[in-house]
């Protein structure tokens, strides 16, 4: 499986950006699909998730202004994200998990100025 993560760049603080996770690989579903993130210094955190049934979970500090999706048919995963603060700013990874196993994509740079 590889994960192949886009849509990055440099944005001013209350603007937005789209992320996208493509998916190739034999495995067409998985039991989660999400977002982390990583800023400079500071431990990977996660973002959002969605699972198999589609729902959705947030971390506290992205509600109500990022929001997870997916299109199954073409096995990809965004994130729009939307107000952005400078405090966003880092690289975000889409990872991907089957029971035990999971998959990171490279990671895609998101930096918010103020």
């Known amino acids: 499986v590889q994960l192949q993560a886009s849509g990055g760049g440099l944005v001013e603080a209350g603007g937005s950006l789209r992320l996208s996770c493509r998916t190739s690989g034999k495995y067409s579903s998985f039991s989660s699909r999400s977002w982390y993130r990583q800023a400079p210094g500071k431990q990977r955190e996660l973002v959002a998730t969605i699972i198999s049934n589609g729902s959705t979970n947030y971390a506290d500090f992205v509600k109500g202004r990022f929001t997870i999706s997916r299109n199954i048919a073409k096995k990809a995963v965004y994130l729009q994200m939307n107000s952005l603060k400078p405090e966003d700013t880092a690289v975000y990874y889409c990872?991907?998990?089957?029971?035990?196993?999971?998959?990171w994509g490279q990671g895609t740079q998101v930096t918010v100025s103020s």
């Open positions: 990872n991907a998990k089957i029971s035990t196993a999971e998959w």
